[in-house]
Antibody
Framework: QVQLVESGGGLVKPGGSLRLSCAAS????????MSWIRQAPGKGLEWVSY????????NYADSVKGRFTISRDNAKNSLYLQMNSLRAEDTAVYYC?????????????????WGQGTMVTVSS | SYELTQPPSVSVSPGQTARITCSGD??????AYWYQQKPGQAPVLVIY???ERPSGIPERFSGSSSGTTVTLTISGVQAEDEADYYC?????????FGGGTKLTVL
């Protein structure tokens, strides 16, 4: 079945780095935009970044621009998020999601498949 | 980027109709999408392109759009519908979520 499984979360000190991974299965990974969305404890959803199917296009929320880098390996059916210069406000559950296009690209419109998330805690 | 505004909470009795609104200046030009999130679970897409329902989503979920406001309507609310609901839209600058609405089934 269609599945996304995140990994790589954990506790990291402010200023530190962490790399999240998302393993996809059950669909043709290389056909889809992919995205990261986060949710701080007790808060709402916040879009973080997306990447096009061939890695040609990426986009980031202003809150992470210059600190986070999204990438993918279509041969491994995997999505990544490299997070540098982490701050306390980056503490959240990070979800990997499959994105789909309704309006003409190059951007996705929404998310139809979500992983269960991985927790990132930034604290000294 | 723009903002989407939702009421923090909506309460309804079982069997009644719940309406959750989402307002944003860009909504006349962009489609809206709705997600349901139950505690400890990932969000689930329940409405796409303002009013379309994905396969597997019960018919009691519907969506509509009028000007700068989109509405998620749940007819004949059931206890299992108690959850947080988020609207979402997108444009060239990125993707944005509303702040979320907690639906309480009394």
């Amino acid at each position: 079945q269609v599945q996304l499984v995140e990994s790589g979360g954990g506790l990291v000190k402010p200023g530190g780095s962490l790399r999240l991974s998302c393993a996809a299965s059950g669909f043709t990974f290389s056909d889809y935009y992919m995205s990261w969305i986060r949710q701080a404890p007790g808060k709402g959803l916040e879009w973080v970044s997306y990447i096009s199917s061939s890695s040609s296009y990426t986009n980031y929320a202003d809150s992470v621009k210059g600190r986070f880098t999204i990438s993918r390996d279509n041969a491994k059916n995997s999505l990544y998020l490299q997070m540098n210069s982490l701050r306390a406000e980056d503490t959240a559950v990070y979800y990997c999601a499959r994105a789909f296009v309704v309006v003409t690209a190059p951007r996705p419109d929404a998310f139809d498949i979500w992983g269960q998330g991985t927790m990132v805690t930034v604290s000294s | 980027s723009y903002e989407l505004t939702q009421p923090p909470s909506v309460s309804v009795s079982p069997g009644q109709t719940a309406r959750i609104t989402c307002s944003g200046d860009a909504l006349p030009k962009q489609y809206a999408y709705w997600y349901q999130q139950k505690p400890g679970q990932a969000p689930v897409l329940v409405i796409y392109k303002d009013s379309e329902r994905p396969s597997g989503i019960p018919e009691r979920f519907s969506g509509s759009s009028s000007g700068t406001t989109v509405t998620l309507t749940i007819s004949g609310v059931q206890a299992e519908d108690e959850a947080d609901y988020y609207c979402q839209s997108a444009d060239s600058s990125g993707m944005v979520f509303g702040g979320g609405t907690k639906l309480t089934v009394l």
